[in-house]
């Protein structure tokens, strides 16, 4: 039972365009939720993050969106390099003491110089 | 200085045989993790430890049993080792509290069962 999914396994974009991620989830009992970017042969590195209680976050060249009605989150990457070229995670969670965060199924970036 | 750090990065070991990953943490965290991701990429939770205590274990075999020696530290040991359990496992920490914070994995270590 996959409660976190990525649809799209892979996407390119051409280098300055924006590039959209998307995650839609099943359990309403989420209330955080994060991206995480992956380079092979390294662990998952925390790129953003977003509480239920908003529907936007904004770090730098990164926003994620959250539309808690459909049950869907996009991140966005606004312009778009080559060195973002990774695999994407999205993950969500519960409140303080649920001890565990759940992946969706990654979303390979290829950004085109 | 890595925040989480799990060795060794590559094991390469025979069937049936014992094995270790450890990992510690030197973020201050109260709440560690092992992940296993598989041959279809999924990160899976198998086990999380909030100071030292274990909170989940995620239908994983009895052959594979954590330790958490303190909060710092979380080792994975794995008894009678099968082909089906060469993967990649993630080692995390987190705080878990009034509000919700990130996870910090290690780099991974590639388990391959021959």
Redesign the interface.
């Known amino acids: 039972d996959q409660q976190v999914k990525q649809n799209s396994p892979s996407l390119s974009v051409q280098e300055g365009r924006i590039s959209i991620l998307n995650c839609d989830y099943t359990n309403s009992m989420f ?2 939720f ?1 991206w ?1 970017k992956k380079y092979p ?6 790129l953003i ?1 977003i ?1 239920s209680i908003k529907d936007k976050n904004e770090d730098g060249r990164f926003t994620v969106f959250l539309n808690k009605s459909a049950k869907h989150l996009s991140l966005h990457i606004v312009p778009s390099q080559p060195g973002d070229s990774a ?1 994407y ?1 999205c993950a969500a ?1 519960w ?9 969706g ?2 979303t390979r970036l290829k950004v085109l110089a | 200085d890595t925040a ?1 750090s799990q060795t060794p990065k590559y094991l390469v070991t025979q069937m049936g045989n014992d094995k270790s990953i450890k990992c510690e943490q030197n973020l201050g965290h109260d ?1 560690m ?1 092992w ?1 296993k991701q598989d041959s ?6 198998m086990f ?1 430890y ?1 100071n030292k205590e274990l ?2 274990n ?1 239908t994983v075999p009895n052959r594979f049993s954590p330790k958490s020696p303190d909060k710092a530290h979380l080792n994975l040991h794995i008894n009678s080792l099968e082909l089906g359990d060469s993967a990649v496992y ?1 080692c ?1 920490s987190s705080q ?5 914070t ?7 270590t ?1 388990l391959t069962v021959v």
Do not use: H, M
């Open positions: 209330d955080y994060l995480y042969a390294e662990g998952p590195t925390f993050s509480s695999v995670f969670t409140s303080s003491g649920t001890y565990k965060y759940i992946f199924t990654g | 989480v709440t993790y992940y279809k990429k999924f990160l899976k939770i999380s909030n909170i989940i995620e993630f995390a878990v509290g009034q509000r919700n990130e996870a910090f994995f290690g780099q991974g590639r």
